[in-house]
């Protein structure tokens, strides 16, 4: 439960410092003096609405336990709220993002509004009934789990078949296009390394007659070197060393006159020609690898291609078996949800007792499989379908579906936040529903904004948010005060005596 609740700087509310006790706490007050602003605030310390406050906190305890955090069982947990430029969260004064922070609070927090009207389409439905089979049943999380994995191999499976039966159909031109592609690199042939050896060639071709004309100039020297060797002998200078150079150029000179001679005999158009062809594949595929690569990949097509027929009757057969699989997992799945439906089904009715109303059925039914199995739920009141009940009857109805799903989807001694939860409907209504959350706030903490007297009547602690001069603020009643509150929400500004007299009743 929350124990208290600190807000700073928050759109009208200067500041706000409230504490709590167990049980049904309502908010009521004139139209426009802040009540949704001040219960936005609260939903926004634990991520579920958008933070507005400069600085806010909330103080609880709870029956769950979490490592990362080091909380234990009935620990208390502060929960702080920081907006600047960003807003930042802490748990515990530790840092957390605002998704963890919901993902936390989701554990502990229930925030129902009635101005959401999904909670009867069926996959929502099927998400509750499979919260409720996964506390009932301890396999049931991993039988789903294999019911997810096995349809997802089957889905990728009949993905396959699909693309082998629009090959099949196209599939001479597929093959046409696969031979084309690998002729047309092999009649290039190409080879690892090749383009760069073929460059490097038509390099030195480019400076072949360059290097000739020089080596020629250079004649003279080797012509001459004797006298240079003679000249060393008179001087009584060793000339090895000059005759070592002498050699040693003349080496590089004759091993390049050697690769001149195997240039010779190279046909240059034909380089040319090569390092064009090897060039045009580079320049589609990327490197010559890729292309040997991509050959590769054809080659496995084509032969995909020629062996399709008998690709296509594995593959039916392994969906055939692999349906078979998937439908005896949903199968299970579904009988679970069965046995789940009876569960919520007798507590929705528990609740609809108070509000007037009887015979809920929750009716299951087989669909087409996906992800989820192959059920679909609808909802029936007294054997009609939804579309065709008032609306006084349908949020009576959705209420009751609300708290008996909100007993398995929060732990014990959770928050329930309702939104708008008697506006707009009878005494007699209104009566109701304060009877089904007096029942439910023996096990949870309700926070409500009540707009009758019949709720607010039934109230542990009742808060009158006001408005002065463009401030909001908000304190607890006494029960002279709650005495006069109500009897304002009986006739209004003007308080009769009969209304006085009414609020008085109803407090008792």
Sequence with gaps: ??????????????????????????????????????????????????????????????????????????????????????????????????????????????????????????????????????????????????????????????????????????????????????????????????????????????????????????????DNSHLVSNALELLEVDSSFFDDAINELNNHFEKFNDSLYELEELDIENVLNRIEKLSSLQKRFGSIKQALEYKEDKKNELEKYENISFEKSKLENDIKTMENIVNELAQKISDNRKKSIITLEKRINHYLKFLYLSNAKILIQKKALDFAGFDEVTFELNGVDLDTISSGEFNRLRLALLTSISEFQIVENGVLFLDEIDANLSGKESSAIATVLTELSKSYQIFAISHQPQLTSTANQHFLVDKKAGKSTVRLLNKEQRVNEISRMISGENITNEALEFAKNLLK
């Design 1 to 222: 439960m929350i124990n208290r609740i600190y807000i700073k700087d928050f759109l009208s509310f200067d500041e706000v410092d409230l504490e709590f006790d167990k049980g049904l706490v309502v908010f009521t007050g004139p139209s426009g003096a802040g009540k949704s602003i001040l219960m936005e605030s609260i939903l926004s310390l634990f991520a579920i609405k958008e933070a507005k406050a400069k600085l806010a906190e909330v103080v609880l305890n709870s029956s769950i336990e979490d490592e990362d955090f080091d909380i234990k069982k009935d620990d208390e947990i502060v929960i702080k709220e920081i907006k600047k430029d960003k807003t930042r969260y802490l748990l515990n004064n530790q840092t957390i993002s605002k998704k963890r922070l919901l993902n936390f609070s989701s554990l502990v927090i229930k925030h129902l509004s009635l101005k959401d009207k999904s909670d009867f389409e069926s996959e929502k439905l099927i998400d509750s009934l499979d919260l409720l089979c996964s506390k009932n049943n301890k396999s049931f999380n991993s039988l789903k789990e294999s019911f997810e994995k096995e349809f997802k191999n089957l889905s990728l499976l009949k993905k396959e078949l699909k693309k082998l039966n629009d090959d099949e159909q196209k599939v001479e031109e597929l093959k046409e296009f696969a031979k084309f592609e690998i002729d047309k690199i092999e009649s290039i042939d190409p080879k690892l390394e090749e383009y760069d050896e073929l460059i490097e060639i038509k390099r030195k071709l480019s400076k072949k007659d360059k290097i000739e004309d020089a080596l020629k100039s250079l004649e003279p020297i080797f």
